[in-house]
């Protein structure tokens, strides 16, 4: 338990800061911006696979109006079952463009797991590639396997256009995602969260971490982690790119540090056991590239903020918040971290959060 010195030392301040932000957008619409601002841009970087803003937007229609004739409808829940990938960005936004909510189904989960999720959703659709498919205790008609012949046969045969309003009004208060709870105090629990909550809280990050074209923000956490949300699209609302790693890779400080420096990333999210391990290396003074480094998910220790301080010239930033706040509610400077500190501060809220 923390002692009255330590809690009024997390509690920085809960005063709320009101801005506005467009809260009748959904967080698709914000991605079609930047489509039609600088659609030869590069949208994201998977590997050798690389997108433009046009391209990725043109797919993820294509599939949005494949899923509509396949019934899906505002609210409707779509489970997404892919590793990183290319098909996973080409999913997720096909199914928000299309009026659902994504559910993530995270490959490596255990059996058990799985099929709690697609039990207690009752999902129509599951979007997935052949392989992952196997695992999957649903009936043929409910996958749509993104690298099946048929399916890339049958996509193409749709327009690439966004969907406006042909079919229905997209409205702010839909749902965006729901992602289920690790399960730590019983069973897993679905989380539903809108799109106005994720817009304002994307919109916030931009503009108090001054995100735009020119970065370069890492994609490696699990869909399963809500923190993923933030990876996907903070380069896709503010013009930058998505450089996505590898599966697995998120568990290797090496290849992290590696791919940090091959792509130039300028934004990254650790949690701070994975910043610890790429500390003990010293592997961040490679990593000039970095700009902005976000932690969350866990307690940031301070003596993991002198030594990431060491270590880089990027500024660290904690967050903080739980998965039914839409990603964080708080947020912290560590560069304002003193020895009067026995932890590291939670931070005050973000706008339009109390």
Not at 96 to 116: F, H, I, M, T, W
Not at 234 to 241: E, I, Y
Request: with cysteine; hydrophobic share 40%; proline share 5%.
């Amino acid at each position: 338990m923390l002692s009255e010195a330590e809690l009024q030392s997390l509690l920085v301040g809960f005063n709320q800061t009101t801005k506005d932000y467009p809260s009748d957008t959904c967080i698709h619409q914000l991605f079609e911006q930047q489509v039609a601002q600088n659609p030869d841009a590069i949208a994201l970087v998977f590997e050798e696979q690389t997108l433009t803003y046009k391209q990725l937007n043109q797919q993820a229609n294509q599939l949005a109006h494949y899923l509509i004739e396949q019934g899906v409808k505002p609210n409707s829940l779509v489970g997404l079952c892919l590793d990183r990938s290319v098909e996973m960005m080409v999913g997720l936004l096909g199914i928000l463009k299309a009026g659902g909510a994504y559910v993530p189904l995270d490959p490596s989960y255990p059996q058990a797991r799985l099929e709690y999720v697609l039990q207690d959703t009752q999902l129509d659709r599951v979007i997935t590639v052949t392989q992952v498919s196997k695992r999957l205790a649903i009936s043929e008609e409910r996958r749509i396997c993104l690298d099946d012949d048929r399916v890339k046969s049958l996509l193409g045969r749709y327009g690439v256009n966004n969907l406006e309003s042909q079919y229905f009004a997209h409205r702010s208060d839909q749902l965006a995602y729901v992602i289920y709870t690790s399960g730590s105090t019983g069973q897993p629990k679905g989380v539903m969260i809108e799109h106005n909550a994720l817009v304002n809280h994307m919109v916030w990050m931009c503009r108090e971490y001054h995100l735009s074209c020119h970065d370069r923000i890492l994609q490696k956490a699990p869909l399963s982690f809500d923190v993923s949300v933030s990876e996907c699209m903070l380069p896709l609302v503010s013009g930058g790119a998505l450089i996505i790693a590898k599966p697995d890779g998120h568990k290797d400080p090496w290849y992290l540090s590696q791919l940090i420096q091959a792509q130039k990333v300028t934004v990254v999210y650790f949690v701070p056991s994975m910043l610890s391990s790429l500390l003990s290396i010293e592997a961040l003074m490679q990593c000039s590239s970095l700009r902005v480094v976000f932690c969350g998910g866990e307690a940031l220790l301070p003596q993991q903020v002198a030594d990431f301080t060491r270590q880089s010239q990027a500024s660290l930033h904690n967050l903080y918040g739980p998965t039914e706040a839409a990603i964080e509610i708080s947020h912290w400077d560590c560069a304002q971290l003193n020895a009067d500190k026995p932890c590291v501060p939670i931070g005050r809220p973000i706008d339009n959060v109390q």
